[in-house]
């Protein structure tokens, strides 16, 4: 037992040699093979000797992938009769690369919705729910009051727009913007 509870704390790879059975049990992150107990993740080794069992404690992040049911924060690349959206966050998580999302002007709201162009412009930033994968494929919606557009831009002279009930002004050039917002928009809000 003196020989397993020096390697406490040891950084192991999958297939690493812990300890034998007849020394300590197996834990999470172990298998046995031969009556020897090995890694089968990357981790740290934490030998519990009270229990005299040997597990392995995780140091690889899981990927974070969007799934149905994440809500994912995003940049509309593109509008037509469909929105291209670049996720750049999952559930609140940053990602390190990117997803894309494709949103169909079916799943925007409950609401008539005449033309994505009512709802979203290239450079909005929105939060959407994944409700489909098929075909490889991030089938996303935003048909919920906490979904929607977060943060816009006038697509005339580039100010943040400013939200008044349903509709978007710019105070710039005081124009007046259809999009479909969050509850929580980001933009400052007039009642």
Do not use: W
Request: hydrophobic share 35%; glycine share 8%.
């Amino acid at each position: 037992m003196k020989l397993i509870s020096n390697r406490s704390g040891k950084f192991v790879v999958p297939g690493s040699k812990i300890g034998v059975i007849e020394e300590v049990l197996p834990g999470q992150g172990t298998y046995v093979e031969n009556g020897k107990i090995l890694s089968s993740i990357t981790g740290n080794i934490l030998i519990d000797l009270l229990s005299r069992k040997v597990t392995v404690l995780s140091k690889v992040r899981k990927p974070i992938v969007p799934r149905i049911g994440s809500i994912a924060t995003g940049v509309v690349m593109n509008v037509q009769k469909n929105a291209n959206i670049r996720m750049f966050e999952i559930d609140g998580k940053s990602i390190s690369g990117f997803f894309s999302g494709l949103l169909h002007i079916s799943n925007v709201s409950n609401r008539f919705v005449k033309t994505m162009y009512d709802a979203f412009k290239p450079g909005d930033v929105i939060r959407a729910k994944v409700i489909s994968t098929t075909n490889q494929v991030f089938h996303l919606s935003t048909d919920d009051p906490k979904l929607g557009v977060l943060y816009a831009l006038c697509s005339n002279c580039g100010a943040p727009l400013i939200k008044n009930g349903y509709v978007l002004h710019c105070p710039s050039c005081k124009r007046r913007k259809s999009r479909k917002t969050a509850s929580d928009f980001i933009g400052q809000t007039t009642r």
